[in-house]
Each structure stands twice: as C-alpha cells, then as structure tokens.
C-alpha cells in the first residue's frame, strides 16, 4: 500500500496538513528554548575571591575604602580580559608587608579562596553562580552542558523505537510530559549532581519531541513538498533561540528563565485532542478503520472526495522484488563505501560541534551577551532561506561545500580582529562569528537531505541513524571547546574555539568535494548502487534499467498490439 499516493489524492499539503503541520512547528519553536538554554543557565559572571571577614562584600565597589580592600587582597588579573584574579587572595604578615602604589601588597603570596562574590551586570543569579562552580569546579558547567547532548542520544534510540511500537502521538506526548516534567524539576535542583541527571533528562525529551514531531509533520505531507516543509521546520526552531534571548534579557535569574521557558510545553498538551495517530504508521500496523477516519477528516477539510476504496488491506499486489533493509557494516564493505561513509560521518560529526559550539560560544565574543545570542539566532532565517533558494539550483554537494569552508573561513578570519584590534573593533569580532554561524546552520539543513540522498536505500536507515549518533559526538565536545576560552585566558583563550570550529569546518567542508552530487540523479537502491554512484558506469546502468522499463511498460500495456506482431497483421516500430 503506497501512502504517497494517497497523499496525491488527499492533497500533499492540503489545508489539514498545514494546520497540523503548524502545531508541530510550535512545539519545535519550544524545543529551540532549550538548545542552548544552558548558556543561561550556567553561565560564570565575572567574580572574584569574596574578601575575609567582610561579610558585606559585593563584586561591585561599594566606597573608596571598599576599593583598599580589594586591591589588598585580590591580585590583578594574569590577563586583560579580567577585572580580578578570580581563584586567589593575598596573604601577607601586615607588620612587614609594603603595598604599591594601586594598593596592591609587594611580593606577597597568593592562595585559592573557598568562597567568591559575581557581577550582576550580566545576570542576577546562575547556577554556576549560586554553587560556585568556578576555578577548580570550572569544568562541571561544561560537562552539565555536555549531558545534555548525551542526553539527546539517548532519546534518538529510546523515543525513535518507541514511537515505531506504540505510535507516534503517544510518544510524542509522553516525550512533552517527561520534558515538563524534568525542566521544572531542574528549576529546584539541590545541587550539581541532581542538575546534571535533569540536564540529560531534558536532552533525551527534548529529542523525543522534536524527532517524533518532525516525523509526524513529514508523514503527513507528500515527497514533492517535503524537502520544503523540512527546512522550514528549522525556521521555527530557530525562532525559539531568538525567543530564549528575549526572555534571558528580561529575567536573568536561571531557575525563573528555566521556568518560563518550561511553561509553554503546557499548550502543547492542551491540543492532544487536535493532533491525530499518524495515518501512515496506522497503515503500517494494518489498523484501517482508524487510518480511514484520520483521512476521511482530512479530506473533509481539504474539501476533497476519497474513493471508497482507497485503502486495500489485502497484501496482494505488494513487490517481492523490494530491496530488503540491509546492515550498517554493509557501507564498510568496499573502499569507495568506506571512504564515502567517513566522509559523511566527519561532516555531521564537524558540522553539530560548529553549530551548537558557535551558538554557546556567543556570549564570549564580546559585546553585549544578549544581543550576541539574539544575532545567533537571527542568522539562521537568512541561512535557511538561502537553502531553500539554491538547494536545488546548485545542488547539494556545492551548496554544502561553500557553506563549511565560507563558514570556516569566517571563524578564522576572528583571529585578526582578536589579536590585533582593539576593543573598538569587537563589532567586527560578533560579525564574523555570525557569518561563520550562518554558514554552520546552512550546511546543518543541507546534511539531512544530502546524506540521506547519498546513502543507499537497503542501508539508508541504518546510515542516517549511524550518521545521527556521530554528529552527537560533535555536539558532547562543543561545549568543553567553547568553554576552553575561560580556561585559556587572554586573547588566545577567546579566538581559541572560534579557529577550532573554522579548522574543523574547512576540513570537513573540503573533504565533502571529493562526494558526487545527488541533485536530479537517481538515487542508489542497493550496495552495488551505492559504490557505483556518481560514476558514468552507474549512469550507463540506469539508462539500461529504464530502457528496459520502457520495453516491458509497452509490451504490458498493449497486448493487443503485441499479439498482431506474432500473428504479422501489423508491424509497430518499438
């Protein structure tokens, strides 16, 4: 049973694909809140040592005397990106100890301090802030936000097979409520340990909603509007990260932003009783009568007439020609496959780390935090938009290709205004960040469609969900690299991720021109396809396999013609 042709009768993108479409969309633009929410969540302001039995203390200066004080205890800072030495305090013998002309104590010693006090320029409380997970704590943050990645491996495997079992809306709704369910219990975590456990537990939901949103949103449209209705999902995904700066500017509390941004998961659970079971998976569990009510309404609202019998429940008819589904060690079998296949795992493992890192390494460009995450969210309408432009006009292979290495390129081009620049120039810093950004979520979109295109069908399951896991291994090391700037220090420490993210880009990027193009070509089916793809002996191969369809359609289709050769009544020309 051929549901894409049902879809030709139904409309591919009727008006009742469109309303459903758009609820799922919302529910992605949620999910956008929480992709790199933990930059809110657990970003370090500036601190410094909290001074010994001053018990008033505030990061900011309070009085001149105030200022004594910390210019006796607190050490300057090794680099100018500081205002204070944040991990050490003076001490010194005050009977024998000389101070400089900035107050600062001569030849004193310096130890690490147990206790610290943060600017609230930026924020009024994170929880890195609130349980001091600074200096030697400094990597827990990093790997909080690494959870939450591995966290979204975890739900690939767990709601991707889940929603194969038991359906597609009610794992997508039992994903919405464990999402509501950990994010609200992340805004009251104890301690580190507890927040680490939720942050994978919202990684996994959060790709429990997404991944069977998006499946429910491409079964219901048809093969001519799908590529369309992908890359416009993006769109509101991307919303949601310029959303999240909004609500970050205004509260700047982390359990409160944590909360609000939670809330809205509440309106996705309201429209239970507007988004059906999936028609295509109800067909595929032989549950027609409920596939026939699902269609039948969405006929009605599409204002079209189905034929009473569209859906045949008999097997009869069904191609035992159909390649069967293959094995992943498959693509390992020959040189061409294996080199092809590592390719296509290095650009999505290059291409995640270079997304997510550049979006979490945005508040350490300089500049105004917000702003600097609002802008790397607002790239991504251009990049998308560009894609749907040229992707097929240019091709895949192109398109992507001149997405990694510019964007690479960008990153790369920081180092000057980093180095070399001063501070009047860090507009210039943000700008090309962004552009590297751009070009980062354009090859993000192109990866789905070309990789999916470049696998063969017997294995394309298996080399999409292989291809998913990899890129989850970018995405767990983005945020140590985009953290590594604190922990270097200085101008390096803060042009440092963006030259591993150019780097890692640029290689990929130049590595992806050595895959053939898929655009307007027929796609491979088998494994001898896959190796021969994008040679002229796969081209020589279809053009035989169509010919010969051609033949076979005619002769099929004309019986009668056929049997007036054999009689020599006429002569047909083939």
């Known amino acids: 049973m051929d549901f894409d042709a049902i879809l030709e009768t139904l409309g591919v993108f009727g008006r009742y694909q469109k309303r459903l479409y758009f609820l799922i969309c919302l529910a992605s633009t949620f999910v ?26 505030t990061y900011r200066v309070q009085s001149d005397y105030h200022l004594t004080l910390i210019n006796n205890q607190i050490p300057p800072p090794s680099d100018e990106t500081h205002t204070y030495d944040q991990c050490h305090l003076f001490t010194f013998n005050l009977t024998s100890i000389t101070f400089d002309n900035s ?72 994903a919405v409520v464990l999402m509501l369910a950990s994010t609200l219990a992340l805004a009251f975590s104890p301690n580190y340990v507890a927040f680490a456990v939720f942050m994978t537990a919202i990684g996994a939901t959060t790709q429990g909603v997404f991944l069977v949103g998006f499946v429910i949103g491409m079964e219901l449209v048809g093969p001519t509007r799908r590529t369309f209705t992908g890359i416009v999902s993006e769109y509101f995904f991307a919303l949601g990260l310029v959303i999240l700066s909004g609500i970050a500017y205004f509260i700047r ?86 080199l092809r296949t590592l390719v296509i795992f290095i650009n999505w493992c290059m291409v995640t780390m270079a997304y997510y890192g550049l979006s979490l390494n945005s508040g350490n460009l300089g500049g105004n935090f917000y702003l600097n995450f609002f802008l790397s969210g607002l790239v991504e309408f251009p990049a998308y938009t560009l894609v749907l432009l040229l992707v097929d006009r240019v091709g895949r292979k192109r398109l992507h290709c001149i997405s990694m290495i510019m964007g690479g390129m960008f990153c790369l ?11 009047r120039y860090q507009p210039l810093t943000t700008a090309l960040a962004m552009l590297g950004k751009l070009g980062a979520a354009a090859a993000f979109a192109i990866i789905y469609m070309y990789s999916a295109e470049l696998f063969p069908t017997v294995v394309r399951n298996a080399g999409m969900g292989a291809s998913s896991c990899i890129a989850r291994l970018g995405a767990i090391a983005a945020p140590f690299i985009a953290d590594s700037g604190d922990r270097i220090g200085g101008k390096l420490g803060k042009a ?50 169509t010919i010969l369809a051609t033949i076979n359609t005619a002769f099929t289709n004309d019986e009668d013609t056929v049997t007036s050769q054999i009689n020599g009544e006429t002569v047909s020309k083939l």
């Open 32 to 57: 956008g809140f929480f992709a790199v929410i933990s930059a809110f969540l657990l970003g370090a302001p500036e601190h410094r040592c909290k001074i010994p039995g001053y018990d008033n203390d």
């Open 253 to 338: 509390h982390w359990k409160y932003i944590e909360i609000v941004c939670a809330a809205p998961f509440s309106i996705v659970l309201a429209y239970w009783w507007l988004l059906p079971e999936s028609p295509r998976w109800l067909i595929l569990k032989h549950r027609y009568e409920e596939a026939t009510i699902v269609l039948q309404k969405a006929a009605r609202i599409n204002n079209v007439v189905l034929p009473d019998d569209l859906l045949q429940t008999s097997d009869k008819g069904k191609d035992d020609d159909t390649p069967k589904d293959g094995k992943i060690w498959q693509l390992f079998t020959s040189r061409v496959l294996l």
């Open 413 to 423: 081009s920081t180092i000057f205004p980093i180095l070399f620049l001063d501070e």
């Open 103 to 174: 107050s600062h104590p001569i030849n004193a010693t310096k130890i690490q301090c147990t206790e610290w006090v943060y600017s609230d320029e930026v924020f009024k409380e994170t929880f890195t802030s609130k349980h001091n997970l600074v200096c030697d704590d400094s990597s827990k943050p990093s790997l909080a936000k690494s959870l939450f990645f591995v966290g979204i491996l975890i739900g690939a495997f767990s709601f991707g097979n889940l929603s194969d079992g038991i359906g597609r809306k009610k794992t997508f709704y039992l």
């Open 496 to 545: 440092f991720p963006l030259v591993v993210f150019g780097v890692a880009t640029i290689v990929a990027g130049v590595l992806a021109l050595h895959l053939p193009e898929t655009l307007n070509q027929d796609l491979p089916e088998t494994i001898e396809d896959g190796i021969l793809f994008g040679t002229p002996a796969y081209k020589a191969k279809k053009e035989d396999v």
